[in-house]
């Protein structure tokens, strides 16, 4: 391995390897979701009329047997809840089974009369006991958000459970209700009511506890989830921030991704010499990191030493977006990882970018045009920007975003003109109207954040709708011929997922797997926009450098792309506010990436 990082032994670095769910976690998951559902079905279908035990259940208490089909169909549903928790091995979802096993073990006795479910139930306890030392991962962040979900999801699920409830009695019902009916009275029971069906003995109590049981667990979830002390999100501190600085300051030349690990809603881990740091954040489960480590590349494995145990700590799925080659390397060798290309970084160099010839020449005809066209372009340092003109290109900013949602997390500094963030570079074009708008004449804005001294890598691209088509090639070309001004020599584009395989795919002689491969990326280009920001970067005849994401295992993928989803803002969870409820930020917003006429990096 070039770099100069020092090489483990196979033992020492087997310990590093990705926290794979135990044998026994799954196992026990998988079984206490089986036993869920058998307290489920007890709750839900008549007891067994000839079962051995029914002349032990006519000595218990009468009104025992609602009460009971109501506690089979509770402990039943949080064990399925609970599944998911075991097999990560979480330390609260292993105390709640030991504590629900039992009380499902009871219901199947004074219900259901089944001895083989009173066993099942119990013998789960033996493995979770015998194994307690497995389930010690610690909670997950948490935010009031999953209240609203949990809601949502157990309302929908305890209506359809309850459906099913009230037609599970029909040689006892009274009548031939409708659907409407049943539905209403499920609704009814759901808070406590008693609905327009109505059904013979005391069935009518068995399926009026089990409906109030429902709804009774729907509101105590959503209350706790709602009350319970909040997580918050993950923030760099200032002390955290500093650190990261001077690390950059020293190394930052190596990544043209390193600035974006000063994002504000990313945690941080350092090595050990405190010589390196890894920036992550962690979304559905998985512990997203991006780029290379920060720092000296020989304090590289302590830092992703201490990441792989933050992950094994919390039982979170460990990945990487967007690493380089050197930074791929390390983290497989040091983890036992797998790595998989994801796309190419397009690198402009300046001194050798040109308008003349042949290549360029859509891009100079397009230049020309808009010139032409009265506008002009300043580039220009943050530092060097006014408050009042800074205000107004945040704002502007905002608006011009495209999408309700902010977008960006990899590649993406999630902020504009804040006071430390002076050596950020930003070009804009202007254009005099007769009738300014509300930015007067601003009509376009790119930002890049410093990568080492002497490059700047591409943050975000945002332009007035109303402006004449082009906005963006005129201002990349415009930071490029005023780069050797600030001293860059470098300036890295946006990031091109599967970029080769669509390279390839259009060339002559390309094989058929090839050629469906390429067809599919263009389909998915329709929402994703992969083969126009492929094309938008090729017109300036940049270098590729390839990037990878590294992962545990090919199972991980479809979770890991889905969470990267989410933390670029492609997958929205929360229920944001109306427009017209919004306040207008004064400042900066936490995350400042999104669409303009091509999505920047992240697509």
Same mark, same amino acid.
């Given at each position: *391995?070039?770099?100069?990082?020092?090489?483990?032994?196979?033992?020492?670095?087997?310990?590093?390897?990705?926290?794979?769910?135990?044998?026994?976690?799954?196992?026990?998951?998988?079984?206490?979701?089986?036993?869920?559902?058998?307290?489920?079905?007890?709750? $839900?279908?008549?007891?067994?009329?000839?079962?051995?035990?029914?002349?032990?259940?006519?000595?218990? !208490?009468?009104?025992?047997?609602?009460?009971?089909?109501?506690?089979?169909?509770?402990?039943?549903?949080?064990?399925?809840?609970?599944?998911?928790?075991?097999?990560?091995?979480?330390?609260?979802?292993?105390?709640?089974?030991?504590?629900?096993?039992?009380?499902?073990? $009871?219901?199947?006795?004074?219900?259901?009369?089944?001895?083989?479910?009173?066993?099942?139930?119990?013998?789960?306890?033996?493995?979770?006991?015998?194994?307690? &030392?497995?389930?010690?991962?610690?909670?997950?962040?948490?935010?009031?958000?999953?209240?609203?979900?949990? @809601?949502?999801?157990?309302?929908?699920?305890?209506?359809?459970?309850?459906?099913?409830?009230?037609?599970?009695?029909?040689?006892?019902? $009274?009548?031939?209700?409708?659907?409407?009916?049943?539905?209403?009275?499920?609704?009814?029971?759901?808070?406590?009511?008693?609905?327009?069906?109505?059904?013979?003995? &005391?069935?009518?109590?068995?399926?009026?506890?089990?409906?109030?049981?429902?709804?009774?667990?729907?509101?105590?979830?959503?209350?706790?989830?709602?009350?319970? !002390?909040?997580?918050?999100?993950?923030?760099?501190?200032?002390?955290?921030?500093?650190?990261?600085?001077?690390?950059?300051?020293?190394?930052?030349?190596?990544?043209?991704?390193?600035?974006?690990?000063?994002?504000?809603?990313?945690?941080?881990?350092?090595?050990?010499?405190?010589?390196?740091? $890894?920036?992550?954040?962690?979304?559905?489960?998985?512990?997203?990191?991006?780029? &290379?480590?920060?720092?000296?590349?020989?304090?590289?494995?302590?830092?992703?030493?201490?990441?792989?145990?933050?992950?094994?700590?919390?039982?979170?799925?460990?990945?990487? *977006?967007?690493?380089?080659?050197?930074?791929?390397?390390?983290?497989?060798?040091?983890?036992?990882?797998?790595?998989?290309?994801?796309?190419?970084?397009?690198?402009?160099?300046?001194?050798? @970018?040109?308008?003349?010839?042949?290549?360029?020449?859509?891009?100079?005809?397009?230049?020309?045009?808009?010139?032409?066209?009265?506008?002009?372009?300043?580039?220009?340092?943050?530092?060097?920007?006014?408050?009042?003109?800074?205000?107004?290109?945040?704002?502007?900013?905002?608006?011009?975003?495209?999408?309700?949602?902010?977008?960006? @997390?990899?590649?993406?500094?999630?902020?504009?003109?804040?006071?430390?963030?002076?050596?950020?570079?930003?070009?804009?074009?202007?254009?005099?109207?007769?009738?300014?708008?509300?930015?007067?004449?601003?009509?376009?804005?790119?930002?890049?954040?410093?990568?080492?001294?002497?490059?700047?890598?591409?943050?975000?691209?945002?332009?007035?709708?109303?402006?004449? !088509?082009?906005?963006?090639?005129?201002?990349?070309?415009?930071?490029?011929?005023?780069?050797?001004?600030?001293?860059?020599?470098?300036?890295?584009?946006?990031?091109? *997922?599967?970029?080769?395989?669509?390279?390839?795919?259009?060339?002559?002689?390309?094989? !058929?797997?090839?050629?469906?491969?390429?067809?599919?990326?263009?389909?998915?280009?329709?929402?994703?926009?992969?083969?126009?920001?492929?094309?938008?970067?090729?017109?300036?005849?940049?270098?590729?450098?390839?990037?990878?994401?590294?992962?545990?295992?090919?199972?991980?993928?479809?979770?890991?792309?889905?969470?990267?989803?989410?933390?670029?803002?492609?997958?929205?969870?929360?229920?944001?506010?109306?427009? @017209?409820?919004?306040?207008?930020?004064?400042?900066?917003?936490?995350?400042?990436?999104?669409?303009?006429?091509?999505?920047?990096?992240?697509?």
């Amino acid at each position: *391995m070039s770099g100069g990082v020092p090489s483990r032994s196979r033992s020492a670095r087997r310990v590093f390897r990705g926290p794979r769910p135990e044998a026994v976690p799954v196992l026990v998951a998988r079984a206490c979701a089986l036993v869920g559902v058998l307290d489920i079905a007890a709750g $839900v279908f008549p007891r067994f009329r000839h079962s051995r035990m029914h002349t032990i259940a006519e000595v218990l !208490p009468g009104s025992f047997g609602p009460f009971a089909a109501a506690l089979s169909l509770s402990a039943g549903i949080l064990l399925l809840l609970l599944a998911h928790g075991l097999r990560r091995g979480k330390r609260r979802a292993w105390r709640a089974a030991v504590a629900l096993l039992p009380a499902g073990a $009871v219901a199947q006795f004074t219900y259901r009369h089944s001895l083989l479910g009173v066993i099942i139930s119990l013998a789960l306890l033996a493995p979770l006991l015998r194994h307690r &030392d497995q389930f010690a991962a610690l909670p997950d962040p948490r935010s009031r958000w999953r209240a609203l979900a949990n @809601f949502v999801l157990m309302g929908a699920g305890s209506l359809a459970l309850g459906l099913v409830i009230v037609s599970a009695h029909t040689n006892r019902m $009274v009548g031939d209700p409708s659907l409407a009916d049943r539905i209403t009275h499920v609704l009814y029971g759901l808070f406590g009511f008693e609905g327009p069906v109505d059904y013979q003995g &005391d069935t009518s109590w068995t399926v009026g506890f089990s409906l109030g049981a429902l709804g009774l667990l729907t509101a105590v979830t959503t209350i706790y989830l709602a009350f319970r !002390p909040e997580h918050p999100a993950a923030r760099l501190t200032e002390e955290d921030e500093a650190r990261l600085r001077a690390l950059l300051e020293k190394h930052g030349r190596r990544d043209s991704l390193g600035h974006f690990a000063l994002r504000r809603d990313k945690a941080v881990v350092f090595s050990p010499s405190g010589k390196a740091a $890894v920036t992550y954040r962690v979304v559905s489960g998985v512990m997203l990191a991006s780029g &290379d480590p920060i720092g000296d590349v020989e304090a590289w494995p302590g830092a992703i030493e201490r990441f792989m145990d933050e992950a094994r700590a919390h039982s979170w799925t460990p990945a990487v *977006m967007g690493c380089s080659e050197t930074g791929g390397e390390v983290w497989t060798r040091e983890t036992g990882l797998d790595a998989l290309e994801l796309g190419d970084e397009a690198v402009v160099d300046v001194a050798d @970018f040109s308008l003349a010839g042949r290549a360029m020449r859509n891009v100079r005809q397009m230049v020309k045009r808009i010139e032409r066209a009265g506008y002009e372009t300043r580039v220009r340092r943050v530092r060097d920007l006014g408050d009042a003109e800074l205000e107004r290109i945040r704002n502007a900013a905002e608006d011009w975003r495209g999408t309700d949602t902010e977008r960006g @997390f990899s590649m993406a500094l999630g902020r504009v003109g804040d006071a430390a963030d002076g050596d950020c570079l930003i070009a804009t074009a202007h254009k005099a109207d007769d009738q300014p708008g509300e930015y007067g004449d601003l009509k376009a804005i790119l930002h890049f954040v410093p990568w080492g001294t002497d490059g700047v890598s591409l943050d975000l691209m945002r332009r007035d709708r109303s402006a004449d !088509p082009g906005m963006n090639e005129l201002l990349i070309v415009a930071a490029l011929q005023a780069a050797p001004k600030f001293g860059i020599t470098r300036v890295s584009l946006n990031f091109a *997922m599967f970029r080769s395989a669509l390279a390839r795919g259009e060339k002559i002689g390309a094989g !058929p797997v090839l050629r469906a491969w390429r067809g599919l990326l263009v389909f998915l280009s329709r929402w994703f926009q992969i083969e126009s920001l492929y094309k938008f970067n090729a017109k300036f005849q940049p270098r590729w450098e390839p990037r990878f994401v590294v992962y545990r295992a090919s199972a991980d993928l479809p979770r890991i792309g889905f969470a990267a989803m989410q933390a670029e803002g492609f997958v929205n969870l929360a229920l944001p506010l109306p427009r @017209f409820l919004r306040r207008r930020r004064t400042a900066p917003p936490v995350c400042t990436h999104t669409v303009a006429e091509h999505d920047v990096r992240a697509a």
